[in-house]
């Protein structure tokens, strides 16, 4: 393993040729390397097409150093050609040189910051960001079980960097949600079901901000996103919003689209 510089003047790391000891490249794609087997393969078909050996073991040696050497120079011409892709399952790449992966990694993120966006839009429009305050259900411990009730919330967080395109609400989605996560400090005391203070709970925002393109949605839809995905009702919204600079960085966002979706353990 080697280090360089990028055009940053930042260190990144590469690899060092064992043959040639240069940068870049390993030995397996050395271009020196395969010049060498190329001369030496012309040489050793030349000297045996002469019978100028004085012993056959001369001849015999460059016969076997014949066929080594082209075997050598095949190996690495043909480096790559039946190697299949865990991605796309085609073969002749692996999956880090992947074309069709590298691809989807730019359709998804240009989708993505598009999304971000539209959404961005959503939230101003209903001053949904830090310090909103919001009304959320929350389940709580009563002394003849369990009650679901409305407790005011002020808005903590919002986890912006993990909206994507997959949270856009299309025509053929089952239930009208919305992803994006936010955080709540609750204004009020409340003990769950297992006898513990609440103090912070999860919530998702409304599920009209998902709906970025303004699609018709179905009663039957909505009415199925009240029950799993009701989000949060604004009481007092702000004014101002203002996500992390990461949530429009197109490095950042491929990043993420690597990670969380492409390359998804």
Not at 203 to 210: D, I, Y
Not at 216 to 231: F, L, N
Request: hydrophobic share 30%.
């Amino acid at each position: 393993m080697a280090y360089t510089y990028d055009e940053n003047g930042n260190y990144k790391r590469t690899v060092r040729c064992s043959h040639c000891w240069e940068k870049g490249h390993n030995k397996s794609s050395c271009p020196d390397r395969k010049k060498q087997l190329q001369a030496s393969i012309k040489t050793l078909k030349e000297r045996l097409a002469t019978d100028e050996y004085e012993y056959d073991y001369g001849r015999e040696n460059d016969q076997r150093r014949l066929v080594n050497v082209t075997e050598q120079l095949s190996k690495m011409m043909n480096k790559g050609k039946g190697r299949k892709c865990s991605y796309c399952d085609e073969t002749g790449h692996n999956r880090r040189s992947c074309p069709k992966r590298k691809q989807d990694i730019g359709i998804y993120s240009a989708e993505t910051r598009t999304y971000r966006e539209k959404f961005l839009e959503k939230m101003r429009e209903i001053g949904l960001g830090v310090g909103a305050i919001v009304r959320e259900t929350i389940r709580v411990q009563k002394d003849d079980g369990f009650e679901d009730v409305a407790a005011l919330a002020y808005v903590e967080s919002v986890d912006w960097l993990s909206v994507d395109h997959r949270d856009k609400w299309s025509d053929n989605d089952y239930y009208y949600k919305s992803n994006c996560n936010l955080g709540l400090r609750l204004l009020g005391d409340y003990v769950n079901r297992w006898g513990e203070k609440m103090s912070k709970v999860g919530a998702v925002a409304p599920a009209s901000v998902a709906n970025t393109d303004n699609l018709h949605v179905s009663d039957e839809a909505r009415e199925r996103g009240m029950r799993g995905y009701p989000g949060v009702e604004i009481v007092s919204g702000v004014d101002s919003i203002h996500p992390p600079k990461e949530f429009f960085d197109d490095e950042a966002i491929a990043k993420w689209i690597t990670s969380e979706i492409v390359d998804a353990k």
